[in-house]
């Protein structure tokens, strides 16, 4: 486990309300149900930090968690959750992309996709949202666990090569299983990278 200490600092809906940006920030997005609060709560090693649910839609609020007192590793509500109603639907667009748009000290951006699909579109235009605006980000490939190693690589290569039509670089990608607290290492060296520099 690279993260000694995670503690909870708040939660929120507005972009005005959230901490200080005195200290390096992450969020971690992607649709409804993909596994954000879990593979936080797996990095960080710690169960109930971030609230998890089988149920699509748990998380519906900008929560902070500080890590080792240097960083800001924050869980994101999903998108695409389909039983959601159209203005909740549309309260979310508007209060994460300010969110992504205005945070200052947010230095990458962390999409979660599910390993065991084929691009799904929804994703492709989250990326291709984050690349108008300019928002570094890397992608993080979840729930490694529920199928072959060799269907995941697939998924992912098929993702790559989607966002290679839009991207001249494509960013780095990780592969990670929070049932099996695997690949969540990697995440946190290239983190620590990017805060060293
Ligand atoms: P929202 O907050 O609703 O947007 O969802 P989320 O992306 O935070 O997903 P959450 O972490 O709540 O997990 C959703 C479901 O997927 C839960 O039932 C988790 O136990 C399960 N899950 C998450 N990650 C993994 C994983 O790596 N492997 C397996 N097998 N299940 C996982
Ligand atoms: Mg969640």
């Known amino acids: 486990m690279l993260i000694k200490n995670a503690e909870f600092i708040c939660s929120n809906t507005e972009v005005s ?12 997005i992607g649709r409804s149900n993909v596994g954000k609060s879990s593979l936080i709560n797996s990095i960080t090693g710690k169960k109930g ?13 900008i929560n902070h968690f500080l890590i080792d007192k240097t960083w800001y590793m924050v869980d994101l509500p999903g998108y695409g959750f389909a039983v959601t109603s159209k203005k909740n639907r549309a309260d979310w667009e508007r209060f994460i992309r300010r969110y992504l748009t205005q945070r200052e000290n947010l230095q990458c951006v962390f999409v979660l996709v599910d390993s065991r699909h084929e ?5 492709v235009d989250f990326c291709c949202w984050l690349g108008e605006k300019g928002l ?15 269907k995941s690589d697939q998924n992912m290569a098929k993702f790559r090569k989607t966002l290679s039509q839009w991207f001249e670089e494509v960013p780095p990608t990780f592969l990670t299983s929070a049932e099996k607290k695997e690949g969540g290492d ?8 990017i805060n060293a520099n």
């Open 119 to 123: 691009p799904q579109k929804i994703d």
């Open 186 to 193: 990697a995440i946190i060296e290239v983190i620590r990278e």
């Open 136 to 150: 570094p980000f890397m992608l993080i490939f979840t729930k490694a666990d529920k199928q072959s190693g060799v």
């Open 17 to 28: 309300k959230l901490p200080e940006p005195s200290i390096p920030e992450y969020a971690f």
């Open 49 to 61: 930090l971030a609230k998890t649910s089988q149920k699509p839609g748990k998380t519906q609020l």
